[in-house]
T-cell receptor
Framework: GAVVSQHPSRVICKSGTSVKIECRSLDFQATTMFWYRQFPKQSLMLMATSNEGSKATYEQGVEKDKFLINHASLTLSTLTVTSAHPEDSSFYIC?????????????FGPGTRLTVL | EDKVVQSPLSLVVHEGDTVTLNCSYE??????LLWYKQEKKAPTFLFML????IEKKSGRLSSILDKKELFSILNITATQTGDSAVYLC??????????FGTGTRLTVIP
C-alpha cells in the first residue's frame, strides 16, 4: 500500500520554542492531508485538513495561529507548533489522500511524539 | 452533536477467545464507517462499511454495519497475541473527513 512518512518521529523541546513536523507521501500525490493529535489513551482528534496550494481548514477549537499548516506540494505538508507549551505535548499523526481518493485510501503516517518541557 | 462511541473501552481476553467490539454513531447524513487497528504508531485500515447487513471479512476479522440501529461490530475469532491493539472506528463525515470514536483497547494474553 501507499506510504506516508513523518519526521521527526520524536521531538523534545523547551517551552516557548517552535517545532516543525513534516509529513510526506512517498509514492503518491496527496492532494489532501490531514493532521490529528492523540493524547494518551484517547482517540485521534482531527485538527485540520489541508489541500495542496490552499489554506488549511481548522476544526473548531484548534488555534490556527498556534498550529501552522503548510501544504506547499503534492507530497509534503508541514505542521509547525509555535511557542509550544507542555499542554501541547501529544502524539501528532498525519494522513494523506490522493485526488478523488476514497476514505479507505487515506493512509496514515507513523506519528510524531512531541514532548514540551 | 455527532458522536462515535465504542464499547467496551478496554478488553482482556485469552488467546483463542472470540471478541466482539462495538461502535455506535449518531448522525443522520451517514456515508461510511471505517475500522482501523492501531498498535503503537499509525492506524492501519481494516474495513470500510457503507451498506447495511453486508459482512466484510478478512481472515479472522469480520465486520458488519446496521444503518437502522446506527452501529457496527468488529468480530475477531481465535484471537492471537498479535491482535492486541487499539481498535478504532471512524465515521466518514460530509466534509470527507474521518471522525474517530473513542477506541477499544484489546489485550490478548497467552
Amino acid at each position: 500500500g501507499a506510504v506516508v512518512s513523518q519526521h521527526p518521529s520524536r521531538v523534545i523541546c523547551k517551552s516557548g520554542t517552535s517545532v516543525k513536523i513534516e509529513c510526506r507521501s512517498l509514492d503518491f500525490q496527496a492532494t489532501t492531508m490531514f493532521w490529528y493529535r492523540q493524547f494518551p489513551k484517547q482517540s485521534l482528534m482531527l485538527m485540520a485538513t489541508s489541500n495542496e496550494g490552499s489554506k488549511a481548514t481548522y476544526e473548531q477549537g484548534v488555534e490556527k495561529d498556534k498550529f501552522l499548516i503548510n501544504h506547499a506540494s503534492l507530497t509534503l505538508s508541514t505542521l509547525t507548533v509555535t511557542s509550544a507549551h507542555p499542554e501541547d505535548s501529544s502524539f501528532y499523526i498525519c494522513s494523506a489522500r490522493g485526488a478523488g481518493g476514497r476514505a479507505d485510501t487515506q493512509y496514515f503516517g507513523p506519528g510524531t511524539r512531541l514532548t514540551v518541557l | 452533536e455527532d458522536k462515535v462511541v465504542q464499547s467496551p473501552l478496554s478488553l482482556v481476553v485469552h488467546e483463542g477467545d472470540t471478541v466482539t467490539l462495538n461502535c455506535s454513531y449518531e448522525v443522520t447524513n451517514f456515508r461510511s464507517l471505517l475500522w482501523y487497528k492501531q498498535e503503537k504508531k499509525a492506524p492501519t485500515f481494516l474495513f470500510m462499511l457503507t451498506s447495511s447487513g453486508i459482512e466484510k471479512k478478512s481472515g479472522r476479522l469480520s465486520s458488519i454495519l446496521d444503518k437502522k440501529e446506527l452501529f457496527s461490530i468488529l468480530n475477531i475469532t481465535a484471537t492471537q497475541t498479535g491482535d492486541s491493539a487499539v481498535y478504532l472506528c471512524a465515521r466518514l463525515t460530509g466534509a470527507n473527513n474521518l471522525f474517530f470514536g473513542t477506541g477499544t483497547r484489546l489485550t490478548v494474553i497467552p
